[in-house]
């Protein structure tokens, strides 16, 4: 026999190809489990089909309707088949480019936005089309960011935020990383008004963070797609602050309500040349093609600035506001530290003060806490372990959207909180939020 061939070893039993998967699979759990926010939607649902009431504060979908224009347009357009640039249609580009130039003040240029179907994949084809050391994440950041990093084969690494740093990456804790960890191309993932938090930077601080992240070369994928629900409308975009390193994403899902219409849209500067642009668009053209037609053609009247747009956001800010500052403030008043949101529709409340009280339960994780507020009190919201925090910190995202949106675009919200939480559209998030107050009191 050749001495290249060996014989196989016959005394080891065979391994199937089941067998070999199953290894497989239970090595790269980590990076393939389903998301939790998409887990909390259906267990909620499958609790409803059970006859009882759960106050779904845990998915965070848009409780608005989708821009009226743009579902007309969606509607004529229904019969468009047609592959479409990988790049997205040049109409849709421009309409993109001048929507961020109008509502953030940036420099987008309609040659350098890429489309997609959804930012989510926009952010994976980043992590993959770029040749870094590091991803850098918040603890606590949006879910699906640090599998994705796994499933791109990067290297993530977790900053740990606190409540009195109102959750956020300080300047000085990304120098003090950069320094001790030394040189090497870093990106930093920003999202802002944050998912689980609904807050964003102070102008000052945001400038200081960018001078740090360019003083050590860090780049910034600046997701931004809250970014029109800033309650304010005052919305900072990092790239004021960092032009030439920030890659910025956003789409439809979230300010126009449109989440399972899967639009997302990504700026890539110019100063970082077109290598990466190249790059990401062959990925695209190898995964996804290109979005679909009618999306695209509804997605041009939605990113059309327009007085009836410009209301439809004011009206959802002002709801979003009020609705967030009122639940703040009841979890305030029961002794949950909970900081009232910028923008978007998420609260962070941190339950550490009813430690021993949830200790004397049997709760120790905010795992062990949002299960018991689910099965016992009737109220779904997602554990602070499940976007990066420790298990035994007692904290847990809020999505206040269980009310009817459609009719709050009907009237504006009354001048006082009380007043406008009367509102019956809101009955729901007034009945959730009073439900975990009398569980936490429960002995």
């Not at 509502?103 to 930012?119: H, K």
């Not at 309500?257 to 642009?277: K, Q, Y």
């Not at 009737?378 to 990066?388: I, Q």
Request: net charge negative.
């Amino acid at each position: 026999m050749p001495a290249c061939v060996t014989s196989p070893d016959t005394s080891a039993p065979a391994s199937t190809a089941a067998d070999w998967l199953g290894r497989g699979y239970a090595d790269d759990h980590n990076a393939t489990a389903a998301s939790d926010t998409l887990l909390i939607n259906e267990q909620s649902r499958l609790l409803e089909q059970q006859g009882r009431r759960i106050i779904k504060f845990g998915f965070g979908q848009s409780p608005f309707p989708v821009f009226a224009p743009a579902v007309e347009t969606l509607a004529e357009h229904a019969a468009d088949k047609a592959y479409l640039p990988v790049q997205g249609m040049a109409a849709l580009r421009d309409k993109v480019a001048a929507f961020h130039r109008h509502m953030d003040g940036t420099d987008w240029q309609a040659e350098r936005v890429l489309i997609a179907p959804g930012s989510k994949l926009l952010l994976f084809a980043l992590m993959k089309a770029l040749p870094i050391s590091e991803i850098l994440i918040p603890a606590p950041a949006w879910v699906s960011y640090a599998p994705q990093v796994r499933l791109a084969g990067q290297s993530a690494v977790r900053l740990e935020t606190s409540f009195d740093s109102r959750w956020l990456v300080t300047p000085e804790q990304l120098d003090r990383y950069c320094r001790e960890h030394g040189p090497g191309l870093r990106l930093l993932i920003l999202n802002a008004p944050g998912n689980p938090t609904g807050l964003s930077y102070e102008p000052e601080m945001q400038r200081e963070l960018a001078a740090v992240a360019k003083r050590h070369g860090v780049l910034v994928l600046a997701d931004e797609i809250y970014g029109p629900l800033h309650h304010r409308g005052e919305h900072r975009p990092f790239a004021l602050d960092y032009p030439e390193g920030t890659l910025t994403t956003s789409g439809l899902s979230k300010w126009c309500g449109a989440g399972g219409w899967r639009l997302g849209v990504l700026n890539v500067p110019e100063a970082l040349g077109d290598e990466l642009l190249t790059r990401l668009l062959g990925i695209a053209s190898e995964t996804w093609s290109s979005v679909a037609s009618p999306v695209q053609a509804a997605a041009i009247t939605a990113y059309s600035v327009t007085p009836a747009l410009e209301e439809y956001l004011e009206t959802q800010r002002q709801w979003l506001s009020t609705i967030g500052r009122w639940c703040a403030q009841r979890l305030e008043a029961a002794g949950v530290r909970t900081h009232a949101p910028d923008g978007g529709f998420y609260l962070f409340p941190d339950f550490s003060t009813y430690r021993e009280v949830l200790r004397a339960r049997g709760i120790t994780t905010s795992t062990e806490l949002t299960e018991a507020l689910l099965e016992e009190a009737g109220v779904a919201l997602l554990p602070g372990s499940a976007f990066g925090c420790e298990p035994t910190q007692l904290t847990a995202r809020l999505a206040y959207v269980d009310f009817d949106g459609a009719g709050l675009l009907e009237r504006e919200p009354s001048v006082t909180l009380e007043t406008a939480m009367a509102d019956p559209d809101i009955g729901r998030v007034y009945e959730g939020i009073k439900a975990i107050v009398t569980w936490l009191n429960a002995r």
